[in-house]
Nanobody
Framework: QVQVVESGGGLVQAGGSLRLSCAAS????????MNWYRQAPGNQREFVAA???????NYADSVKGRFTISRDNAKNTVYLQMNSLKPEDTSVYYC??????????????WGQGTQVTVSD
C-alpha cells in the first residue's frame, strides 16, 4: 500500500508565500513523476506543476515565475514553493505521485488535498 500526504496549506495575504510538501510512503519500489494539481470550488482540477524523477520541471502558465517545484528523492517528497500569491490561487492543492509499489506495477496515487486561501 502507498500513501501520499500533503501538508503546508493555510491562509496568506496576497503577495505572500507558502510552501507545500507532499510525501509518498509505504511499499514503494520506485517513484516517478510527482505533480501538483489544484481545484477551486465549481472548477475542474487543473495542473499546476510537475517534476520528473530526474528533476525536469514543467509549470502551468498561470504559475510560471511564481511557483517552484522541487523534490527530494531520498525522502520521496515533493515541494511547491509558492511566492507572490494571488487570490485566484485559492484552491485545494493535491499531490499526485506515479509510484511503482512492491505489490503492484506503476500507478498514480493522490493525496487528500491541502487548502490554500489567499486573501486580498
Amino acid at each position: 500500500q502507498v500513501q501520499v500526504v500533503e501538508s503546508g496549506g493555510g491562509l496568506v495575504q496576497a503577495g505572500g508565500s507558502l510552501r507545500l510538501s507532499c510525501a509518498a510512503s509505504g511499499s514503494i519500489y520506485s517513484v516517478g513523476a510527482m505533480n501538483w494539481y489544484r481545484q477551486a470550488p465549481g472548477n475542474q482540477r487543473e495542473f499546476v506543476a510537475a517534476v520528473s524523477s530526474g528533476g525536469v520541471t514543467n509549470y502551468a502558465d498561470s504559475v510560471k515565475g511564481r511557483f517552484t517545484i522541487s523534490r527530494d528523492n531520498a525522502k520521496n517528497t515533493v515541494y511547491l514553493q509558492m511566492n507572490s500569491l494571488k487570490p485566484e490561487d485559492t484552491s485545494v492543492y493535491y499531490c499526485n505521485a506515479f509510484v511503482r509499489s512492491t505489490l503492484a506495477g506503476w500507478m498514480h496515487y493522490w493525496g487528500q488535498g491541502t487548502q490554500v486561501t489567499v486573501s486580498d
